[in-house]
């Protein structure tokens, strides 16, 4: 009897735990690249690779009209879309075209054109440097905002014949605009509108997990990390594939994100977590991260830090980092933020909004937490519209334009 009990009892703890690890249904994008996401939705796409200044190959992707359009050569309204830290451009195809804003621009008519940051699993290459040498991972956000934001707008400006172009960033990507926007004016008119969603400029009031790393000293993450890349390469990414996707599981790694990112885990679709996994991390430089904790400790948006009076005198012939003034970025900015952003946080949003000189609306989204804008399930036009479409931002209307008002002379 008390051997039967037993076997019922372990057959049930056994099922218990092969439930939990019962997959749920694969997505066929789960491990797609850029081009096979836009191809399998049925977008038209172009891929083209630009050099930075300094030699990083960068490749961009163009989704050049909406998935039931035809291709024309009348001209459209540029949008270009710049991903955060350790993300790519696949940050804006996660979902499907209801739900993913560089789907949704191309619908509207936009020539939607998404940027991958140097050092990410899409942009490893470079003119001469071996993506193995420490060399090759010598970068942060610096040489982002000097070499490559002006190399990837020059190029869609050229190859569209644009002179401007809407610039839309998420997180880090809003960074980059500010930075670049602020010290090279010839990039800030190409600029039609700074578009910044859940803005990680200012992080003075940063909250969450990624705060700890503010705390850590940078000679014990040299020495756990090394000094070239981190979450570059995708095993890490099928392990949490593997680990997320399941059922049961799926819920538990969803409330996890929430230390993360801020709270909201109804919004996220998880039965997509296979294709977020497959995207998420998409890796960076070692100095990159170090940069990001250097913000946080100190509150300011300034270069990097090389550690001593010394070094910074070399690179920058001063003792400090030089600040980033971010008062010097006149391009016309809308800010979209979230309430519940702990990377974001409401009062860094503040600060940023009240240091922007041309701020021309701040829409907050109840609810909101850092990723929404990118994977929430509600991610339409529909929460931009309402402010889109007020009157003192004609020239922002996202929904209305038709192609006749979009040709450009």
Same mark, same amino acid.
């Given at each position: 009897?008390?051997?039967?009990?037993? !076997?019922?009892?372990?057959?049930?703890?056994?099922?218990?735990?092969?439930?939990?690890?019962?997959?749920?249904?694969?997505?066929?994008?789960?491990?797609?690249?850029?081009?096979?996401?836009?191809?399998?939705?049925?977008?038209?796409?172009?891929?083209?690779?630009?050099?930075?200044?300094?030699?990083?190959?960068?490749?961009?992707?163009?989704?050049?009209?909406?998935?039931?359009?035809?291709?024309?050569?009348?001209?459209?309204?540029?949008?270009?879309?710049?991903?955060?830290?350790?993300?790519?451009?696949?940050?804006?195809?996660?979902?499907?075209?209801?739900?993913?804003?560089?789907?949704?621009?191309?619908?509207?008519?936009?020539?939607?054109?998404?940027?991958?940051?140097?050092?990410?699993?899409?942009?490893?290459?470079?003119?001469?440097?071996?993506?193995?040498?420490?060399?090759?991972?010598?970068?942060?956000?610096?040489?982002?905002?000097?070499?490559?934001?002006?190399?990837?707008?020059?190029?869609?400006?050229?190859?569209?014949?644009?002179?401007?172009?809407?610039?839309?960033?998420?997180?880090?990507?809003?960074?980059?605009?500010?930075?670049?926007?602020?010290?090279?004016?010839?990039?800030?008119?190409?600029?039609?509108?700074?578009?910044?969603?859940?803005?990680?400029?200012?992080?003075?009031?940063?909250?969450?997990?990624?705060? !700890?790393?503010?705390?850590?000293?940078?000679?014990?993450?040299?020495?756990?990390?090394?000094?070239?890349?981190?979450?570059?390469?995708?095993?890490?990414?099928?392990?949490?594939?593997?680990?997320?996707?399941?059922?049961?599981?799926? !819920?538990?790694?969803?409330?996890?994100?929430?230390?993360?990112?801020?709270?909201?885990?109804?919004?996220?679709?998880?039965?997509?977590?296979?294709?977020?996994?497959?995207?998420?991390?998409?890796?960076?430089?070692?100095?990159?991260?170090?940069?990001?904790?250097?913000?946080?400790?100190?509150?300011?948006?300034?270069?990097?830090?090389?550690?001593?009076?010394?070094?910074?005198?070399?690179?920058?012939?001063?003792?400090?980092?030089?600040?980033?003034?971010?008062?010097?970025?006149?391009?016309?900015?809308?800010?979209?933020?979230?309430?519940?952003?702990?990377?974001?946080?409401?009062?860094?949003?503040?600060?940023?909004?009240?240091?922007?000189?041309?701020?021309?609306?701040?829409?907050?989204?109840?609810?909101?937490?850092?990723?929404?804008?990118?994977?929430?399930?509600?991610?339409?036009?529909?929460?931009?519209?309402?402010?889109?479409?007020?009157?003192?931002?004609?020239?922002?209307?996202?929904?209305?334009?038709?192609?006749?008002?979009?040709?450009?002379?």
């Amino acid at each position: 009897m008390w051997w039967l009990l037993k !076997t019922i009892c372990l057959v049930h703890v056994i099922g218990n735990i092969l439930c939990l690890l019962k997959p749920k249904p694969k997505n066929p994008e789960a491990n797609m690249n850029i081009s096979e996401i836009i191809s399998y939705w049925g977008y038209k796409w172009e891929v083209y690779e630009v050099v930075s200044g300094d030699g990083y190959i960068l490749p961009i992707y163009r989704i050049p009209c909406g998935k039931n359009e035809t291709m024309d050569s009348s001209p459209k309204t540029v949008v270009y879309l710049q991903h955060g830290l350790t993300l790519s451009a696949s940050s804006w195809i996660l979902n499907p075209p209801s739900s993913s804003l560089g789907f949704l621009l191309a619908d509207a008519n936009f020539d939607v054109w998404l940027g991958n940051s140097r050092g990410n699993n899409y942009a490893m290459k470079h003119v001469y440097l071996d993506p193995n040498s420490e060399a090759f991972w010598d970068f942060s956000f610096d040489e982002q905002i000097k070499f490559d934001i002006p190399a990837i707008i020059d190029f869609i400006v050229n190859k569209t014949g644009q002179k401007q172009i809407y610039y839309v960033g998420h997180s880090q990507g809003t960074l980059l605009a500010y930075g670049a926007f602020a010290t090279n004016p010839q990039v800030a008119q190409k600029i039609k509108a700074n578009l910044a969603l859940a803005p990680v400029v200012t992080t003075r009031y940063l909250s969450g997990a990624f705060r !700890t790393i503010a705390y850590v000293d940078p000679t014990v993450i040299k020495q756990v990390f090394g000094e070239k890349d981190i979450m570059t390469g995708k095993d890490d990414n099928h392990i949490i594939q593997f680990i997320c996707h399941r059922q049961t599981i799926g !819920t538990v790694c969803n409330n996890l994100l929430t230390l993360l990112f801020g709270y909201n885990p109804q919004n996220l679709n998880e039965s997509r977590i296979d294709v977020y996994a497959g995207q998420i991390p998409a890796g960076t430089s070692v100095r990159s991260i170090l940069h990001f904790a250097q913000g946080i400790r100190t509150g300011l948006v300034q270069a990097y830090n090389w550690g001593s009076e010394a070094l910074n005198m070399q690179h920058y012939n001063q003792s400090t980092p030089p600040i980033y003034n971010l008062e010097n970025m006149k391009v016309q900015t809308v800010i979209w933020s979230g309430v519940n952003d702990i990377l974001a946080n409401p009062m860094d949003v503040k600060n940023l909004a009240a240091k922007t000189n041309n701020l021309v609306y701040h829409e907050k989204t109840e609810k909101y937490n850092h990723v929404d804008f990118l994977i929430g399930k509600d991610v339409t036009m529909l929460h931009m519209s309402k402010s889109l479409q007020i009157p003192s931002l004609d020239a922002f209307n996202l929904l209305e334009r038709t192609k006749e008002n979009q040709a450009q002379p």
